[in-house]
């Protein structure tokens, strides 16, 4: 990276990172249309064509110099980013190269028409297994486009652990290789059928790698090296004599032992210059010396997923993919909309345990546990008791789920994308826990009044339930003519202390929950149910873990709005300290059993709700996956 020298360029840190780094491509590239080969290069016609059975089935699927344009471009953009609810799309140098650029055919990134499983590779493949994971490599070697989308991976996992590195590295060709062997077998069917000959199909893909990478001698001896793997019988003979002085062994040295390491250690890394290819004693076919094992060692789980091992590397069960680069406001709104929903309906069921919770936190002499405070309020106050409240709580938390969970996403793309890549991948959690707080903070705006509101309520019923909502925000504001509706929000800086801390751990242990039960169960994914059963679980851990951390913030929260009667703003600290020397620290983790039981059951029942209406909407994370397609011309 260049140093930041001039003051102008250090005042635009932030977009000259955004700029640098270029996390995510937006830009539009002009697609390369299919051109037919050369003349020079016609395939010859085959009187006997070899019907050969299907091999391989599985089931499933620079930091250039900146312009003083450039900077205050990148300024624009980063300063446009934090308007509410709109989205961040970071662009780079258009003469770069990307995996969509690739020579071979055309590549997209298209929306997954069969979320789940449409990115299993579930036809059947006659495209070997080796043959694929090496044609993989040989297109991060000589291909430009695929070369610099690989070195960007590299350079996003380069702050990891040695071992993570290769096992994100290790995903994403996995990944790669099955979207190659994909649209190799896409061409090879399409061309057999065309020509009525599988041979005359794997003669036309010879010609087409010749054509795009055969201006390296290099090249053409990997591509030779590539066509030997075949079975004889699918073999472009005819074609590879051609360049038989390209693929003999320039070394006499003997093989190396060490060959699977290396290939293991190093997914750019190809067959040295001691193998070549040579023909068969008839002359029919040709084949690799020296002579290696190419092992297919079947379905098992390779760096984290089900795939094909290999000696070239993995070949995984999915294609490879990658999230939407940027989502549209009408994705932001249906993200409100779903929390919106999960959060009214998931508080509207819970009601009765918030009301106890208050209760003990204001009275805890007469409440002591959960079921006492139960039976207390039935026999005071009738059924009706336990729902004390319910318009502030269903309104404050519509507000809650509209505003926290599309502004979570919305923060934690944009500060992922913002950052260098690097960086925001190896702190992953400390992304995930900023973002969570800045929702909160959002959220806080709209919810502190209502939580106002609510508290009174339950704590004066007799006094403020006549009001109604409207009513009992109005008498608030009316207590103290000097603030007015300022004195709706005493109780902010508590209540967002709480929620900063509440709702970070939220989503963060949400996340990791929900990733340790992937790892173990991957099958999980597979069906609805059981995935809208993983964010139930986690849901009720996360919930669980977030109110013992912010159970003191809470508690403050009801000890300032019980205390301030609209005199002014009491703090965080003078509200918490007034609370020890009148009650002691205990006072502090007052009605932490019925809480802890309130938020396990709250935010259970907010994710599971929020992921059944996303799922309705058609905003869940496979909706907005895309996955790499490649159309070999």
């Keep these: 990276m260049k140093l930041l020298k001039s003051p102008f360029i250090i005042a635009s840190a932030l977009g000259y990172t955004c700029l640098a780094f270029r996390p995510v491509q937006t830009i539009s590239r002009k697609r390369k249309s299919c051109e037919p080969l050369s003349s020079s290069r016609q395939l010859p016609e085959n009187d006997n064509p070899l019907n050969c059975p299907p091999l391989d089935k599985k089931d499933g699927n620079s930091l250039n110099g900146l312009s003083r344009r450039d900077v205050i471009v990148s300024i624009t953009t980063n300063v446009a980013v934090f308007l509410p609810l709109t989205a961040c799309a970071v662009s780079g140098d258009a003469s770069e190269k990307s995996i969509e650029d690739i020579v071979l055919g055309k590549g997209n990134w298209n929306k997954l028409r069969q979320p789940g499983k449409a990115k299993m590779r579930n036809q059947d493949m006659n495209v070997p297994s080796s043959f694929a994971t090496y044609a993989a490599r040989i297109l991060l070697n000589f291909d430009e486009g695929v070369a610099s989308w690989w070195n960007e991976m590299k350079n996003m996992y380069s702050l990891l652990p040695d071992n993570e590195r290769r096992n994100k590295l290790g995903l994403g060709f996995g990944n790669f290789a099955a979207s190659v062997q994909v649209s190799l077998n896409t061409f090879v069917s399409e061309n057999t059928k065309w020509n009525g000959s599988a041979q005359a199909a794997w003669d036309k893909l010879f010609v087409r790698f010749i054509e795009e990478y055969g201006n390296d001698p290099k090249a053409i001896r990997q591509v030779c090296i590539l066509f030997s793997l075949l079975p004889e019988c699918l073999q472009p003979t005819a074609q590879m004599r ?33 193998y070549g290819c040579s023909q068969t004693s008839d002359n029919s076919s040709f084949t690799l010396v020296p002579r290696i094992d190419l092992y297919d060692s079947g379905i098992d789980r390779e760096f984290g997923q089900a795939a094909t091992a290999t000696l070239f590397g993995p070949l995984s069960s999915t294609l490879l993919t990658r999230d939407l680069p940027v989502y549209s406001p009408d994705v932001y709104a249906l993200f409100g909309i779903s929390g919106a929903a999960g959060c009214a309906l998931t508080h509207s069921v819970v009601i009765p345990l918030d009301v106890i919770k208050t209760k003990a936190q204001t009275s805890p002499e007469d409440y002591s546990n959960v079921l006492a405070g139960a039976s207390r309020i039935l026999e005071e106050e009738g059924y009706q008791g336990l729902l004390t409240g319910a318009q502030a709580t269903l309104a404050g938390y519509f507000w809650y789920g509209l505003s926290v969970y599309p502004s979570y996403t919305f923060f934690k793309r944009t500060i992922g994308q913002t950052l260098p890549s690097e960086f925001s991948i190896l702190h992953t959690n400390g992304v995930a826990l900023v973002a969570g707080a800045l929702a909160a903070v959002v959220a806080s705006v709209g919810l502190t009044p209502l939580e106002a509101a609510r508290i009174r309520v339950v704590a004066d019923p007799e006094e403020y339930k006549p009001l109604g909502l409207w009513g009992t925000l109005s008498s608030i504001a009316k207590e103290n003519g000097a603030l007015g509706w300022k004195a709706l929000y005493s109780g902010l800086p508590s209540l967002m202390t709480r929620q900063v801390i509440f709702g970070s751990i939220k989503f ?64 965080v600290i003078e509200g918490c300290q007034l609370m020890v020397e009148e009650s002691g620290i205990g006072s502090l983790f007052r009605g932490l059993g019925s809480r802890s039981l309130w938020a396990a059951s709250i935010i259970a029942g907010q994710f599971l709700l929020y992921d059944v209406f996303r799922t309705f909407f058609g905003v869940t994370a496979d909706d907005l996956t895309q996955v790499f397609d490649l159309e070999i011309c």
Aim: hydrophobic content about 40%; overall charge negative; glycine content about 6%.
């Design 242 to 274: 051609q360049y038989q002085t390209h693929m003999q062994p320039q070394s006499t040295s003997a093989a190396d032992s060490s060959l699977s390491e290396l290939l293991a250690e190093n997914f750019e890394y190809l067959l040295p210059d001691i």
């Design 508 to 571: 963060l242990a949400f996340e990791q929950a929900c990733d340790v039960i992937y790892v173990s169960w991957p099958f999980l994914k597979d069906e609805t149910w059981t995935a809208l059963a993983v964010s139930l679980v986690a849901g009720g851990f996360s919930g669980a873990l977030s109110s013992i951390v912010s159970q003191p913030a809470d508690a403050v929260l009801t000890y300032v709005a019980q205390r301030n009667n609209g005199k002014g703003s009491l703090g």
